[in-house]
Nanobody, 124 residues
Framework: QVQLVESGGGLVQAGGSLRLSCAAS????????MGWFRQAPGKEREFVAA????????YYADSVKGRFTISRDNAKNTVYLQMNSLKPEDTAVYYC?????????????????WGKGTLVTVSS
């Protein structure tokens, strides 16, 4: 079992920044890949970013590439999502998720565990 708890969401103006954190517990954190997904009102949950077990490989959705950065600290059992140059269309509930493998997947169906999410609201 893996428990995931997100934090860091909130209200920010367009052009601003936020850093989301996801604390993991229950299994050896360095043994699996992590991802961030988001779900806007009335839309399906979508992939945002992912990182492999070591942090060496990262992947991004085209919509956030160059603005968001995913990272992890295996000593702290935490994965981060630094979000810069935020836009109103980034407004969503952001979820972190774990895939119990060293390699990355970028689909909601491929993830094994999910957090409860944290709301990010970007005002124009």
């Amino acid at each position: 079992q893996v428990q995931l708890v997100e934090s860091g969401g909130g209200l920010v103006q367009a052009g601003g920044s936020l850093r989301l954190s996801c604390a993991a517990s229950g299994r050896t954190f360095s043994g699996y890949a992590m991802g961030w997904f988001r779900q806007a009102p009335g839309k399906e949950r979508e992939f945002v970013a992912a990182i492999n077990w070591s942090g060496y490989s990262t992947y991004y959705a085209d919509s956030v590439k160059g603005r968001f950065t995913i990272s992890r600290d295996n000593a702290k059992n935490t994965v981060y999502l630094q979000m810069n140059s935020l836009k109103p269309e980034d407004t969503a509930v952001y979820y972190c998720a774990a895939h119990l493998s060293y390699t990355v997947v970028r689909t909601t169906t491929g993830m094994d565990y999910w957090g409860k999410g944290t709301l990010v609201t970007v005002s124009s």
